[in-house]
Every structure is written in structure tokens, then in C-alpha cells.
């Protein structure tokens, strides 16, 4: 039963069957990503065992961003109880002085600084915990934030020291530097072009929110009471805190030390001196005992915080599953070969311009791997023999693939921003997955008119 069309078939049954139910919202991903592509396993005839051998690899792969997942949410928590970002984000309200657009654009600004370090959980990480009270007490939509941030994060992802430069690199045995220079004119032409984007998405959001508060002088002026909004927002937060009736240490020292702790986090995660995981780890039990002065107070605090995380931790526990089993069959390798058996001998010398067209839906129905190791051999192959060079159609498959890293649920750190934002990964993909589409497509022909890709 494990034939190339069989492992194909059913590669693709999985993943359109569990990408609508993530879409349509018709059950919980963690029961999406496990029974489907198990069931998808042993109807083709996988042993439970061989199953079992699947799930174990794919966990191997997600272990980290798990336990990263777990602590940084806890962490980020504790922030949230002693009001350690209130301050801050009353003072970006106010330099904001009401004007929805500026809040996009300093989110696509801020983002792009974030990714430098090519890692998409950093960035989230970064990203999402501080603008979202932000997004909040502006009644902005976070699932803008987490276009704007994704589009930028992905954009950003050509630099050499990121996953698919290093990837491409290995393919085409060409330094990712090489490759860099020859896509630089490229990333900064997307960059211009997210944050062409950010400026919509903020002035969609300024006639949306308008409409929703129906206040004379919000409508007609077209701003709102920067003042009130921070006072309302801070007032919002210390309702919330008050509610959940526990006891922080109220000693300005304890504040200030834990402020130390996440400057020194931060600056830790941007230069990679330890990974997130254990980084997030020591700096959690770093604090509790700053801010929460009995034992079961901080344990308290781990609980308060606990459900939060592991429900997304289990989500990602069941991408596990997901990506395990299709890569593991080896559907998702039968998946991208049938993709491009399927193309007439005539779209030869166009063979890498029509893969990048089509780079961020092949998002949804190969992993990373899948699509760098896996499509981009065969279509080098295959455009080479009609004069193109390696470079030009890794260049192709890069840019109309980059642009969908933060818009596919294959990839675990977009898993990780859903979690950080509370937000829902169907509506996340109805806003950005055209959005992403169409700036891929746009970069393309850029591309292609500028001889980029010859």
C-alpha cells in the first residue's frame, strides 16, 4: 500500500482534512493534528508501532519549543502580575497620541528589529507579550499584530543565518552569504512592501474601530482620548490583578531587579548565549522568589499560569504527531515530487518561477524540509537544463516561499505566537494567508522583471 501515489494521496487527504478543520474551527487542533494523520497512518497500513516511531521523531523535533512554550508563558505571566509592562505600554499609548496607523507601523518596525536573530520564537517572544496589552487598550485586533508581525518576522528570514538560507545553501552549495547578496535587493523591496501593508492594516483598523466605538468626537476627528485610553487601560489592569486576589512583594527593589532579569533575558535570546528553553527556565525561577515571597505563593503563581500554557504545549505536543507521521511515511516527500510530476514538459524553463508563485501554499502541504531538500533539488534539475541557474531558482522557490514562514501551521513558532496572543489559528490564516500570498507573488515578479531569477 505504500506506493509513491498511495503516500501522496494520503498525504494530502491528511493535510487538507486537518487544515479545514483548523480553519472552520470545527474542533480543538490537538484532536485535529493527532487523530487524522494516526487514522491517515493506519488506514495505509502503518504498524501502531511504526506510528508510535513516527510521533517519537516529531517529538524529538518540538521538545524544546514545548518546554521554551511552557516557561516563557509562566514568565511572562508573572510580568503581567506586578504590572511590570504598564508603565511601558501607557508610555507607548501616549506616544502613539491615538493614531491606530502609527501603532502598525512601530509593530512592523519593532518586528523586523526583533527577527535579526532569524528565530521566530525570539521574536514572538519579543513581539507579542509587550504590544498586545497595546493592541488591547487601542480595541485593536491581535490578529493585525500577528499579520504585521509574522509578514515582517518572515521578510526578515532571508537573512544567511536563517533556516532556509542555511538550507538552500546546502542544496546548491553555495554559501548562505552568496546567496544573501543576491537576494538583498529583494528583502528590501518586501520590507518596503510590509510596511506598505502595515500602514492598510492600521487605517482598515482606524475606520473599524470608529465604527465600533460610535462617539461623535472619535468618528469625526478621527482620533481618540490617548489620556482616557491610559487611564483606562491601567485601571483595566489593576481590576484584573485584584480579582485573581493574590499578593505580589510590592518593594520598588523587587521591580527593578526583575526588570534587570528581563533586559538580561532578553539580550540573552537575541545573541543565542543560551537557548530559549533553559533561558526562559532560569529566568521564571529567577523571579518567583523576587515577587512572591512564600513557597505557596510562587506555586500559586506556577498554577495561575500553568493552564495557559499547556494547553498550548499540547497543541504543539499534536503537531508532533502531524509532522511526524507525514514526514516519517514519507508523504510529504511523495507529496512534493507528485506536485511537480504533474507539470507539462512545456513550463520547463518556468518551472521555478511557477513553484514560487505558488511557494506560500505549498506551505500548507510541505514542511520546510520538505520544500528545501526535497522540491528545490528536482526544480533545479529541471531549470538548469534550461539555462538557469542554481542561483536564480533557489532565489525563486526563496522568495515565493519565505513570505508563508509564519502563515503555515507546520511551523511550531507560529504555534508559540497563537499561544502568546490567545488567538485562533483559523482566523490567524483568513487574515495573513492572502496577505502573505499576494506579497509572495508581487515579490516574484519583481524578481522575474529584474533578472533576479535567471
Aim: a positive charge; aromatic letters at 8%.
Amino acid at each position: 500500500m505504500h506506493t509513491p501515489l498511495g503516500l501522496t494521496l494520503a498525504g494530502l487527504a491528511i493535510i487538507a482534512l486537518t487544515v479545514g478543520l483548523l480553519i472552520r474551527g470545527k474542533t480543538s487542533p490537538v484532536v485535529a493534528m493527532t487523530l487524522v494523520p494516526a487514522a491517515g497512518a493506519l488506514l495505509m497500513g502503518f504498524s501502531a508501532a511504526e506510528i508510535g516511531e513516527f510521533f517519537g521523531t516529531g517529538l524529538t523535533s518540538v521538545m524544546n519549543v514545548v518546554v521554551m512554550f511552557i516557561f516563557a508563558i509562566i514568565y511572562f505571566g508573572i510580568l503581567q502580575d506586578i504590572g511590570l509592562f504598564t508603565p511601558v505600554v501607557t508610555a507607548l499609548i501616549r506616544a502613539t497620541r491615538g493614531n491606530v496607523v502609527l501603532v502598525t507601523l512601530g509593530t512592523a518596525a519593532i518586528a523586523t528589529v526583533a527577527h535579526l536573530d532569524g528565530a521566530g520564537a525570539t521574536t514572538f517572544l519579543l513581539t507579542i507579550p509587550a504590544l498586545l496589552p497595546l493592541y488591547r487598550a487601542m480595541h485593536m485586533s491581535r490578529y493585525v499584530l500577528l499579520a504585521i508581525v509574522s509578514l515582517s518576522a518572515s521578510v526578515m528570514n532571508m537573512v544567511p543565518w536563517a533556516g532556509p538560507v542555511g538550507r538552500t545553501s546546502s542544496v546548491i552549495e553555495l554559501s548562505p552569504t552568496e546567496i544573501w547578496r543576491h537576494l538583498l535587493p529583494m528583502q528590501g523591496v518586501a520590507l518596503a512592501l510590509v510596511f506598505v501593508i502595515a500602514l492598510l492594516l492600521g487605517l482598515s483598523e482606524r475606520r473599524r474601530i470608529a465604527r465600533l466605538r460610535h462617539s461623535p468626537e472619535f468618528v469625526g476627528r478621527g482620533e481618540v482620548d490617548v489620556q482616557a485610553i491610559a487611564r483606562e487601560f491601567v485601571e483595566t489592569q489593576r481590576a484584573e490583578r485584584a480579582a485573581q486576589g493574590y499578593r505580589v512583594r510590592r518593594a520598588r527593589w523587587a521591580s527593578a531587579a526583575t526588570a534587570l532579569i528581563s533586559v538580561v533575558l532578553l539580550a540573552v535570546l537575541v545573541t543565542g548565549l543560551l537557548p530559549p528553553a533553559p533561558a526562559f527556565l532560569i529566568a521564571t525561577t529567577l523571579v518567583l522568589p523576587l515577587n512572591f515571597e512564600s513557597p505557596t505563593e510562587q506555586t500559586d503563581a506556577m498554577r495561575r499560569h500553568a493552564p495557559s500554557a499547556l494547553a498550548m504545549a499540547s497543541v504543539i505536543i499534536a503537531a508532533a504527531m502531524f509532522l511526524g507521521v507525514l514526514s516519517g511515511s514519507g508523504m510529504l516527500k511523495q507529496i512534493a515530487l507528485s506536485l511537480l510530476n504533474v507539470l507539462p514538459a512545456s513550463v520547463g524553463p518556468w518551472v521555478h518561477v511557477i513553484v514560487g508563485y505558488l511557494g506560500v501554499p505549498l506551505d500548507l502541504a510541505t514542511s520546510t524540509d520538505a520544500y528545501y531538500f526535497s522540491v528545490l533539488p528536482i526544480v533545479q534539475e529541471t531549470a538548469g537544463s534550461f539555462g538557469v541557474s542554481a542561483l536564480g531558482a533557489a532565489s525563486a522557490l526563496i522568495i515565493g516561499n519565505i513570505i508563508g514562514t509564519f502563515v503555515s501551521p507546520f511551523s511550531p513558532a507560529l504555534w508559540l505566537a497563537i499561544g502568546l496572543a490567545r488567538a485562533d489559528m483559523g482566523r490567524h490564516l483568513r487574515l495573513s494567508f492572502p496577505l502573505a500570498w499576494g506579497l509572495s507573488a508581487v515579490l516574484v515578479t519583481v524578481a522575474l522583471l529584474s533578472g533576479v531569477l535567471t
